[in-house]
């Protein structure tokens, strides 16, 4: 198994400002994602992150909105941009199984964003 | 693209009560088929899993299978309790791509 931190775990923001948000895992790994769970909502996944190349990001997402950054093989960051209330969510990233066929993922215990 | 089609809820049972939540998916190929739970205040975790047609998946006696023929993965079990209150998300993935698609999230209520 993974273990996985974030942080912030939980913040208060004002428009127009943005949140960084940190996912350390304690294992190397290739491949890190990050999800939105908007309140009441299922999860949708933002981007994939992965180490040494540029953040692939879904559709409805862009890199000038939540730019990615993936130093090294056990941490990557988030940044939340230009925050309006409809970005409030929480942000989890996650991990995939160490050496699992099957995609199994870790997640992080998420960050839970607020913007006034 | 891939979809997850979840029941929708809340779920409300007594506990002792059988429970089933349909899960129903779209995609090409053979996904991998999952199921999550969310308990409150916690994060999200692995139930159980299966990564092909006819598998059975079983954890904390929670059973789901992978049927091919009606792209369903439901999630059932026996006799539930309280602390079975959560919600439970069904998602895949494909091994190529990795990353998960969820369905809409079934939220259970286990009444005393």
């Known amino acids: 198994s993974a273990v996985i931190s974030q942080k912030p775990s939980r913040d208060i923001c004002q428009r127009g400002t943005s949140l960084t948000i940190q996912c350390q895992v304690d294992s190397q790994v290739t491949m890190m994602f990050w999800y939105r769970q908007q309140p009441g909502q299922s999860l949708t996944l933002i981007a994939t992150a992965n180490q040494g190349s540029e953040a692939t990001y879904e559709s409805g997402f862009v890199i000038d909105k939540f730019p990615i950054s993936r130093p090294n093989l056990t941490f990557s960051t988030l940044t939340v941009s230009n925050l309006s209330p409809e970005d409030s969510s929480i942000y989890l990233c996650s991990v995939p199984t160490p050496a699992s066929g099957t995609n199994e993922q870790f997640f992080g215990p998420g960050t839970r964003l607020t913007v006034l | 693209g891939d979809s997850v089609t979840q029941m929708e809820g809340p779920v409300t049972l007594s506990e002792e009560a059988c429970l089933t939540i349909n899960c129903t998916y779209t995609a090409t190929g053979y996904p991998s088929l999952f199921w999550y739970v969310q308990y409150p205040g916690e994060g999200l975790q692995l139930l159980l899993k299966a990564t092909k047609a006819d598998d059975k998946g079983s954890n904390k006696g929670f059973e789901a299978t992978y049927r091919k023929e009606t792209t369903s993965f439901h999630l059932e079990k026996g006799s539930v309790q309280v602390s079975d209150s959560a919600v439970y998300f069904c998602?895949?993935?494909?091994?190529?791509?990795?990353?998960?698609?969820f369905g809409s999230g079934t939220r259970l209520q286990v009444q005393p």
């Open positions: 998602a895949l993935s494909h091994t190529g791509r990795r990353a998960l698609t």
